[in-house]
């Protein structure tokens, strides 16, 4: 999630813009506070509305967890994890490490 502050309008709309063409959130600031939120006009925009959008953007780039955007979609956990899936949006994301320690655990 990039942040812009309004002088950045100005001077990098462009970037801004490209941002959003590549699916990426944005944070609009004035004086340091957020003013509003750029969400990429998508199919998911489209079809689920901007809290759903804004929720998946913001779990998908791990800003919040999982029940904090379905609380922000207005839907249940499930109801958000299947909306993830329905997405391919992976839910458990492991690292490299922690795969490997999970996969020994097993062995």
């Known amino acids: 999630m990039e942040t812009f502050t309004i002088r950045d309008l100005r001077e990098r709309t462009g970037e801004l813009v490209r941002d959003a063409e590549a699916g ?3 944070v609009i600031t004035k004086h340091g506070q957020a003013v509003f939120v750029a969400v990429p006009f998508d199919e998911v925009l489209l079809t689920s509305g ?3 959008a804004l929720a998946v953007k913001l779990f998908d780039e791990e800003v919040i967890s999982l029940g904090k955007a379905a609380k922000l ?4 956990q499930n109801e958000f994890m299947n909306h993830l899936g329905a997405l391919k949006i992976p839910i458990a994301r492991y690292g490299a490490d922690e795969l490997a320690k999970e996969v020994a655990a097993f062995a």
């Open 24 to 26: 990426k959130l944005s």
């Open 73 to 76: 979609a207005g839907v249940s």
């Open 50 to 52: 901007v809290c759903v």
